[in-house]
């Protein structure tokens, strides 16, 4: 990193503080929101992630390994702080990362809001065979085309194939390729209504958990493969390495429709866990799923509890009759239902997995 690449990333950064926001503003700047933008085909991205940096303490000092003398010799924190983060902006835009910067409300932390382009998304995506979600109805469309037998019996109840059976169906990202350009119109599109043509991932076969995976890749990945290489994890745990933290950022119009459709009194016993895979991942969806359930399988159970306790409070003891069929109750009724049809919803995010 020269001393002028370093000059400029810091005046640029002198330059926002000069317009004083206030901490309201600043909160504003890190929302993910790319409104009224026109975008080219190769300008089309969102702020999806958030680097945090250490600005350094100029009292202190770090021991840095210095070649020439072959020693370690020690530099101001800050100084040495600024030259780390400007060589990982560096790394992250040769990377194809879009970066914007912004000083916290008392200028000791760095915020660091990060985005990638449609294009470079869907190199990475084949670069490391990201498994996305087929567009079902027409998966079925094409397999009745090419006559595949699957296809052709959907449908037919002597067959017991249902257009279900066509629901979650995944397959690894190829890059288009016009000798299969098919391939692409069978992957789910994300952003399609109407409200949404502004948006910059529209029709985008990349829904919010996928980018943020593949931004994470990209930042992980060697250089020689195009990455920034970089392991966020080891970095934030470093004493001695500015990153402070590295976090996802909110699409607030979508959190805002899941929160209508999941906080409510129906959450209790079921999720929306298709929309809650797509903005929160599979190991989230798999979570409340495995909750609703089990709240589900406990219904029984519970009512059953209410019966035993008035039971007991009648007569004065513990030990009433039929406490140990209730035991068995509360123990198998769960498995019991695991094989029901209460819990297929949950093949939503087995198979996203």
């Known amino acids: 990193m020269t001393d002028k690449k370093m000059d400029e990333l810091w005046s640029s950064l002198r330059e926002k503080e000069q317009h004083d926001r206030t901490a309201s503003e600043a909160q504003l700047q890190l929302t993910n929101t790319n409104a009224e933008r026109k975008y080219t ?38 100084e040495y702080f600024q030259e780390l983060t400007a060589d990982l902006l560096t790394k992250m835009e040769k990377a194809g990362i879009r970066t914007d910067l912004f000083y916290s409300v008392q200028k000791d932390e760095i915020y660091c809001r990060m985005g990638v382009p449609e294009p470079r998304l869907e190199r990475e995506a084949d670069r490391v065979d990201l498994d996305l979600q087929l567009d079902h109805a027409k998966c079925l469309e094409y397999g009745n085309a090419l006559g595949i037998r699957l296809a052709l019996v959907t449908g037919n109840p002597e067959a017991g194939v249902t257009n279900e059976d066509w629901l979650n169906l995944f397959g690894q990202y190829k890059s288009l390729d016009p000798k299969h350009a098919f391939r692409q119109e069978l992957y789910r599109r994300y952003y399609t209504s109407d409200t949404e043509k502004n948006n910059p991932h529209y029709k985008s076969v990349f829904n919010s958990i996928d980018r943020i995976k593949l931004t994470i890749a990209i930042i992980e990945a060697d250089e020689e493969i195009g990455g920034v290489g970089v392991s966020t994890s080891k970095s934030i745990a470093n004493p ?24 409510n009194l129906r959450s209790v016993f079921s999720n929306p866990l298709q929309e809650i895979r797509d903005y929160f991942g599979e190991a989230i969806a798999m979570y409340f799923g495995f909750l609703a359930y089990y709240n589900r399988a406990l219904l029984i159970p519970a009512i059953a509890g209410i019966a035993f306790f008035i039971y007991q409070m009648a007569d004065a003891r513990v030990d009433v009759d039929g406490v140990p069929a209730y035991a068995v109750l509360v123990a198998i009724r769960p498995l019991c239902s695991w094989s029901s049809g209460s819990a297929r919803k949950l093949n939503t995010v087995f198979v996203g997995g």
């Open 41 to 78: 085909p190769d300008d089309r991205f969102t702020w999806d992630m958030v680097m945090v940096f250490k600005v350094g303490d100029k009292t202190k000092t770090v021991n840095v390994y210095d070649p020439e003398k072959k020693q370690a010799v020690k530099v101001p924190q800050d």
């Open 240 to 263: 001695n390495h500015p990153m402070l933290a590295f976090f996802p950022m909110h699409e607030q119009e979508r959190r805002n429709t899941l929160m209508r459709k999941w906080f």
